[in-house]
């Protein structure tokens, strides 16, 4: 019998930090000898390219004219014991509570209790729909349910516990970026085409919802190119995308903000920019700053959520108020009027992002918690891979 173990994820599949941290997590585990089915309505945007190891089965939603709207959770919670029973899964691994670990407890019944489930919570699950008394009863019973519950920040795990009440252990892995992909790109060339050399270019890359706060990027873009000649880089689409064009153009900033739309390429896209714009008002963890931080691009971040908990202040980017957009234009200026300080945090964001956030070490984290969920003994080798990857610190605190 392998050592390696039979693992399914369900995420949401499109655009967003949870379904990038899934993907990427299934293929590391893939990569390492287990055996990856992701489960979900369609093919994970990041997947893209064949992995030995990783299988997909989609959710197809039944459509019968009884029901006035397709049942997905019910297909869903129907497709995970299916593929659980004929792989012969050792667990679930799900994001979000709602509808997934609620699907896949539901699974678990229907084939047996040697099935178990992880959730990782991931921040919209708990500082918005948990604020519904209509199914804040549900996300409490998905969390206490789980096998073994995640999150990505300390601050989610603060108020999962008291927005719910919840007194089970809640593991804190942090959200990770695959540092062989993320790191700075050479695009010397491709930044040509976007702006001159004497020119800083900022970036901002969301969904574009209310909670993202894109208006004060422009609002914060428009103070500091008054001070530093800057270009100003939009990639992502969503619904405050039109009140943000509006604004560009009463500012009379349309020569000086590119919008880029959905890219696939983040990291060099992220690797063009100097400075990383985020100032949102709700951010669980906020991968976009992780990413930024792995191509060496430093962050003006609001103080919200578990932002501090990724950007040192000073050293990684700076903290402001949310909705201060005068202090966030002063620290961009800062440091990109100071090329001393600007390459001494560009050094710091490289090294916290692949030792803090070491991706081959937040793996076996999540792996420590499949073995001891199913009873399984870790094979030696799963503790050999990351000593081996990861940088000397986190490898001899591992060994200690």
Do not use: W
């Not at 064009?245 to 900033?253: A, D």
């Amino acid at each position: 019998m392998s050592d390696f173990l039979k693992i399914g994820i369900t995420c949401y599949p499109t655009l967003g930090g949870s379904g990038v941290v899934a993907t990427e997590l299934g293929m590391l585990l893939a990569e390492k000898g287990h055996e990856v089915h992701f489960i979900t309505h369609g093919m994970p945007f990041r997947l893209g390219r064949f992995v030995k190891n990783i299988f997909y089965h989609e959710v197809e939603v039944p459509d019968y004219h009884v029901f006035r709207y397709p049942p997905y959770d019910l297909a869903l919670a129907s497709k995970l014991a299916q593929v659980a029973e004929l792989k012969d899964l050792d667990l679930l691994h799900v994001h979000y509570a709602i509808p997934h670990a609620v699907c896949a407890i539901l699974a678990k019944q229907m084939v047996g209790s040697k099935l178990k489930v992880v959730t990782t919570l991931h921040g919209t699950d708990i500082t918005v729909l948990a604020q519904d008394q209509s199914i804040s009863n549900m996300i409490q019973y998905a969390i206490n349910d789980s096998d073994a519950v995640t999150a990505v920040s300390q601050d989610l795990i603060r108020e999962t516990r008291e927005t719910l009440d919840i007194k089970r252990d809640i593991d804190l892995i942090y959200n990770f970026v695959d540092k062989r992909i993320y790191y700075p790109h050479d695009v010397s060339e491709l930044r040509k085409e976007f702006a001159e050399p004497h020119e800083k270019i900022l970036i901002h890359i969301s969904n574009f919802r209310p909670v993202k706060r894109v208006l004060d990027v422009v609002e914060t873009f428009n103070l500091v190119n008054q001070q530093v000649p800057s270009k100003l880089m939009f990639v992502g689409e969503g619904p405050e995308l039109s009140k943000v064009h509006q604004r560009v153009n009463e500012l009379g900033l349309n020569d000086r903000v590119i919008f880029c739309g959905k890219q696939d390429d983040v990291a060099k896209v992220i690797s063009l920019a100097d400075m990383m714009l985020l100032p949102s008002e709700k951010e669980s963890f906020g991968l976009v700053a992780l990413e930024a931080m792995s191509c060496g691009v430093p962050t003006v971040g609001s103080n919200a959520g578990g932002i501090p908990e990724l950007i040192v202040h000073g050293q990684t980017g700076y903290l402001a108020d949310i909705g201060d957009v005068k202090a966030m234009a002063a620290y961009a200026v800062k440091a990109l009027t100071d090329p001393k300080l600007y390459a001494e945090m560009k050094a710091a964001c490289l090294f916290r992002a692949h030792h803090t956030f070491c991706n081959d070490y937040m793996t076996y984290k999540y792996e420590e918690i499949y073995y001891r969920v199913t009873g399984k003994e870790m094979p030696a080798c799963i503790k050999q891979h990351v000593l081996e990857k990861c940088p000397k610190d986190v490898s001899d605190q591992l060994k200690s």
